[in-house]
């Protein structure tokens, strides 16, 4: 029996990655076959990851297999559903942390525009939040969106 091998950053997630950027832009469906001419990977490898990433739990994907002749080089299915999990591995649900750091870049931003009398004081709000208010903001947004759902 083979030696076991790590495929989360050669396989899963460059499928992931490839399955989000397309679902979020609005092709839904998106194809394993897609998949497989973006990654790279062979039909083999992409259905094995996707059936890894449906599977998990919980799931990262919901995908509809379809019937794949043994040794095609195409992939037969489409990635049906981009679940939270993705969205949070990939940084692109939205956390208090992230959040905050968009509010801080936001400020900082702004900071670089503004008059000389309003520039320190937008530093220096970006600065609170970066450090000694941090964690006292980032309860305050765990909170809003506690109280949001």
């Given at each position: ?5 790590e495929t989360w950053t050669s396989r899963e ?137």
């Amino acid at each position: 029996m083979g030696e076991i091998h790590e495929t989360w950053t050669s396989r899963e997630l460059p499928i992931l990655r490839v399955a989000l950027r397309h679902y979020e832009a609005g092709e839904r469906p998106v194809s394993l076959e897609l998949i497989r001419a973006e990654t790279g990977l062979s039909a083999d490898q992409v259905t094995i990851g996707a059936e890894a990433l449906a599977v998990a739990d919980p799931p990262y994907l919901e995908v509809a297999f379809g019937a794949r002749e043994v040794g095609s080089r195409e992939t037969n299915g489409d990635v049906t559903r981009v679940l939270e999990r993705t969205r949070r591995d990939l940084g692109s649900w939205p956390t208090p942390e992230n959040m905050l750091d968009g509010l801080i870049e936001a400020l900082n931003s702004e900071a670089d525009r503004a008059s000389d009398d309003q520039k320190s004081r937008l530093h220096a709000a970006a600065d609170a939040l970066s450090g000694v208010a941090r964690e006292i903001a980032i309860r305050v947004i765990s909170g809003r969106i506690g109280q949001s759902h």
